[in-house]
């Protein structure tokens, strides 16, 4: 049986998660939309307010309560305001039936009691791949499935590579990629962007680094960490990366990247459909590891969850709905209304590349990507991160060095998560 809720963790857990609303596929903000109700009506809340009752999402969500024989009654929120309503329902004790959850929300969700583990909800997780149902994994359960994952790489324009004489395929490690970016520096072009803000954002575009490098979040002040850091401080200051990186969201420094000034630029699956359409050639590379090989980068993306229902006998009907969003073709269906999340399974990639077989790199980058919450961090992550972008943002602005940055932040982590 699911844990009993800890109600006096919710409060903790609503101002934790208020941090934690960076990476997901929906844009933030926007009004809850519904599609039509009816007595007895299975309830459904996700983070995707800009996909209304008509949209293809809302009529994905609402095929699979028919072939369930239910009429699903679905609520959109931005994705802070979901997690918030979702903690307080379940303290309530009137939680929907299903709820997707930005992957790092799911593991603080299961620890205050709320949702039914996957085995005891009776839904086989082996076929989905180990890494990317991590993130919904604690103390040794699962407590929800990846709809799909995103994830980042970095995206170049051919145009300026090209001038620069830099062939994209010769990036391997972290001294290759130096070397473009002096080549583009010297061609009189600005080499890289990436988003360094004070937000989780920052902590998501620096996770691909500091994990490339060989550091671990439970010590965030090893040689590794200040390796990763000592990086991206070293390009600041060069004016191989603008200070502006500094304030840049991630949409920000997509902005920066679409003015066709810059080479390279570290962002997300979500922005396919965008680069197809800036006004110069694009392609992508893997964020290498410092000694070579990929980075691992950090999965973004939603699980589908089942919080924990007085009545059981709801279960059975629930867990068809599920199993029906998590068909191969179902998780194709998902990955191409969001243009693009990957599929979360073997089969599922298999069959999205068949129909889009440019999608080949992300494929690759999701297959090595990590959840932030892994490691059996949970609840302890939200507070690591913190500490970690407070670290780069000290250093990036110069008000300490990355080594005492993140020897203050391993400090801060230690006495936030009581280690």
Same mark, same amino acid.
């Given at each position: 049986?699911?844990?009993?809720?800890?109600?006096?963790?919710?409060?903790?857990?609503?101002?934790?998660?208020?941090?934690?609303?960076?990476?997901?596929?929906?844009?933030?903000?926007?009004?809850?939309?519904?599609?039509?109700?009816?007595?007895?009506?299975?309830?459904?809340?996700?983070?995707?307010?800009?996909?209304?009752?008509?949209?293809?999402?809302?009529?994905?969500?609402?095929?699979?309560?028919?072939?369930?024989?239910?009429?699903?009654?679905?609520?959109?929120?931005? #994705?802070? !305001? /979901?997690?918030?309503?979702?903690?307080?329902?379940?303290?309530? %004790?009137?939680? *929907? +039936?299903? @709820?997707?959850?930005?992957?790092?929300?799911?593991?603080?969700?299961?620890?205050?009691?709320?949702?039914?583990?996957?085995?005891?909800?009776?839904?086989?997780?082996?076929?989905?791949?180990?890494?990317?149902?991590?993130?919904?994994?604690?103390?040794?359960?699962?407590?929800?499935?990846?709809?799909?994952?995103? #994830?980042? !790489? /970095?995206?170049?324009?051919?145009?300026?590579?090209?001038?620069? %004489?830099?062939? *994209? +395929?010769? @990036?391997?490690?972290?001294?290759?990629?130096?070397?473009?970016?002096?080549?583009?520096?010297?061609?009189?072009?600005?080499?890289?962007?990436?988003?360094?803000?004070?937000?989780?954002?920052?902590?998501?575009?620096?996770?691909?680094?500091?994990?490339?490098?060989?550091?671990?979040?439970?010590?965030?002040?090893?040689?590794? !960490?200040?390796?990763?850091?000592?990086?991206?401080?070293?390009?600041?200051?060069?004016?191989?990366?603008?200070?502006?990186?500094?304030?840049?969201?991630?949409?920000?420094?997509?902005?920066?990247?679409?003015?066709?000034?810059?080479?390279?630029?570290?962002?997300?699956?979500?922005?396919?459909?965008?680069?197809?359409?800036?006004?110069?050639?694009?392609?992508?590379?893997?964020?290498?590891?410092?000694?070579?090989?990929?980075?691992?980068?950090?999965?973004?993306?939603?699980?589908?969850?089942?919080?924990?229902?007085?009545?059981?006998?709801?279960?059975?009907?629930?867990?068809?709905?599920?199993?029906?969003?998590?068909?191969?073709?179902?998780?194709?269906?998902?990955?191409?209304?969001?243009?693009?999340?990957?599929?979360?399974?073997?089969?599922?990639?298999?069959?999205?590349?068949?129909?889009?077989?440019?999608?080949?790199?992300?494929?690759?980058?999701?297959?090595?990507?990590?959840?932030?919450?892994?490691?059996?961090?949970?609840?302890?992550?939200?507070?690591?991160?913190?500490?970690?972008?407070?670290?780069?943002?000290?250093?990036?602005?110069?008000?300490?060095?990355?080594?005492?940055?993140?020897?203050?932040?391993?400090?801060?982590?230690?006495?936030?998560?009581?280690?």
């Amino acid at each position: 049986m699911p844990r009993p809720s800890k109600s006096a963790q919710v409060g903790a857990a609503v101002l934790a998660l208020s941090a934690l609303a960076a990476c997901s596929s929906a844009p933030q903000g926007g009004a809850a939309t519904t599609s039509a109700s009816a007595a007895g009506a299975y309830t459904w809340w996700d983070p995707y307010p800009q996909h209304d009752p008509s949209s293809a999402w809302a009529k994905r969500v609402n095929t699979c309560g028919q072939q369930a024989g239910v009429t699903i009654e679905r609520t959109a929120y931005d #994705t802070t !305001a /979901l997690t918030n309503q979702a903690l307080l329902a379940g303290q309530e %004790g009137n939680a *929907p +039936d299903v @709820i997707l959850l930005d992957n790092p929300a799911v593991s603080t969700l299961a620890d205050a009691g709320m949702l039914s583990s996957m085995d005891e909800f009776g839904l086989d997780t082996t076929r989905f791949d180990k890494n990317l149902i991590a993130a919904g994994e604690l103390d040794g359960k699962t407590y929800g499935i990846p709809i799909g994952a995103n #994830t980042l !790489a /970095l995206y170049y324009n051919k145009k300026i590579l090209d001038a620069a %004489g830099v062939d *994209p +395929d010769s @990036i391997k490690d972290w001294a290759s990629l130096n070397a473009a970016l002096k080549k583009v520096k010297a061609a009189g072009k600005k080499p890289i962007t990436f988003s360094a803000i004070g937000t989780e954002e920052g902590s998501f575009q620096f996770l691909p680094w500091f994990w490339g490098a060989g550091a671990q979040l439970t010590q965030l002040d090893s040689p590794q !960490a200040v390796e990763a850091l000592d990086l991206w401080n070293t390009w600041v200051k060069d004016g191989t990366a603008p200070n502006s990186v500094i304030s840049n969201s991630q949409n920000t420094t997509w902005e920066e990247f679409l003015t066709g000034e810059f080479a390279f630029a570290e962002n997300g699956t979500w922005q396919i459909n965008s680069a197809a359409k800036a006004g110069f050639p694009t392609g992508i590379v893997q964020i290498p590891g410092k000694d070579g090989g990929v980075a691992p980068t950090p999965t973004g993306g939603e699980f589908i969850t089942v919080p924990v229902q007085k009545d059981t006998q709801r279960y059975n009907t629930t867990k068809k709905i599920l199993e029906c969003m998590t068909t191969p073709e179902g998780l194709v269906e998902t990955g191409t209304t969001f243009a693009y999340y990957i599929p979360s399974t073997a089969d599922g990639q298999k069959a999205i590349l068949a129909k889009e077989p440019s999608l080949q790199p992300w494929v690759e980058a999701v297959k090595s990507a990590k959840g932030r919450t892994s490691d059996n961090l949970g609840t302890k992550y939200p507070k690591i991160s913190e500490a970690l972008w407070t670290a780069v943002q000290k250093a990036l602005s110069g008000a300490a060095s990355p080594a005492d940055a993140l020897k203050e932040a391993q400090a801060q982590a230690k006495q936030a998560i009581g280690d």
